[in-house]
T-cell receptor, first 111, second 109 residues
């Protein structure tokens, strides 16, 4: 299995609070992605990175920001969490922007 | 039209059956194709790539039809452990793969 971890694995937070999710890889892959997965919507891309300090928006980026200061870490921040951001968040990595390897996911509940 | 479409199912089949899923894509510039498997409450995992000439991996066969813009996954001799959601993925030589919403397979005794 690819070396990719996510933290925390579960989080409960309140509306209006900031939340940061971390994705860490040991594969030295160039590309990293954040997705959310909700019933009826499948996997939706939030943000992605194609190198250190190089990031771009996906299809559902509103309310989220990301940072990648090192190859191995990709952070997803919810500046002010809302109940609509309750979801399962997956990080993925890819060496060549083709096959992706996913982390175990973070279950976020915003009350 | 969605960029990648799959029949959500569920496909409910007995053990030993053969089952096939299709996935259609709208962008003719799509270059590479994959099938992923996702178990309940787990992350998606790569099942197999799909090559132009078709390819097999044990009981699984993947095919690509560029003219009709679809890929297929055939599972022979279904096992209980094959129960999962199968996601198709299409790449357009960008950084961003596009995922279908998945097809649910339930294999029963």
């Amino acid at each position: 299995d690819a070396g990719i971890t996510q933290s925390p694995r579960h989080k409960v937070t309140e509306t209006g609070t900031p939340v940061t999710l971390r994705c860490h890889q040991t594969e030295n892959h160039r590309y990293m992605y954040w997705y959310r997965q909700d019933p009826g919507h499948g996997l939706r891309l939030i943000h992605y990175s194609y190198g250190v300090k190089d990031t771009d928006k996906g299809e559902v980026s509103d309310g989220y920001s990301v940072s990648r200061s090192k190859t191995e870490d990709f952070l997803l921040t919810l500046e002010s969490a809302t109940s609509s951001q309750t979801s399962v968040y997956f990080c993925a990595i890819s060496a060549e922007a083709e096959t992706q390897y996913f982390g175990p996911g973070t279950r976020l509940l915003v009350l | 039209r969605k960029e990648v479409e799959q029949d959500p199912g569920p496909f409910n089949v007995p053990e030993g059956a053969t089952v096939a899923f299709n996935c259609t894509y709208s962008n003719s510039a799509s270059q590479s194709f994959f099938w992923y498997r996702q178990d309940c409450r787990k992350e998606p995992k790569l099942l197999m790539s799909v090559y132009s000439s078709g390819n097999e991996d044990g009981r699984f066969t993947a095919q690509l039809n560029r003219a009709s813009q679809y890929i297929s996954l055939l599972i022979r001799d279904s096992k209980l452990s094959d129960s999962a959601t199968y996601l198709c993925v299409v790449n357009r030589r960008s950084y961003i793969p596009t995922f279908g919403r998945g097809t649910s397979l339930i294999v029963h005794p």
